[in-house]
């Protein structure tokens, strides 16, 4: 949620400066270029508590820390599992493939 909060800011930024660029008539790649580099400039000056929150949800997200999204179809299911064994504690879940002797 805070790499959404800290992408929101910056296309506020963004777009505001980009439709005054173009306003101006700097052409489309200078009106890009110019609102890009101030966007940049301003929400790094101004807005480091956002910009540290969203590196650090990337980091957790891309390094294993938080839980894995899970669909409903997939939540149902693991529910539907744990109801299981908490009812039957004496089951035991193997893999469905068998182990080989080794040789």
Do not use: W
């Amino acid at each position: 949620m805070a790499f959404l909060k800290y992408s929101l800011i910056r296309l506020a930024l963004f777009a505001p400066l980009f439709v005054l660029f173009m306003f101006l008539q700097l052409g489309a790649l200078l009106s890009v270029v110019c609102a890009a580099l101030i966007a940049f400039a301003v929400s790094y000056l101004f807005f480091q508590k956002q910009r540290d929150d969203a590196a650090a949800a990337l980091h957790d997200r891309f390094t294993g820390k938080t839980k894995p999204v899970r669909n409903a179809g997939e939540a149902a299911d693991a529910d539907a599992e744990d109801s299981l064994t908490d009812a039957n504690p004496d089951v035991t879940i193997r893999s469905s493939t068998p182990k080989t002797p080794d040789a």
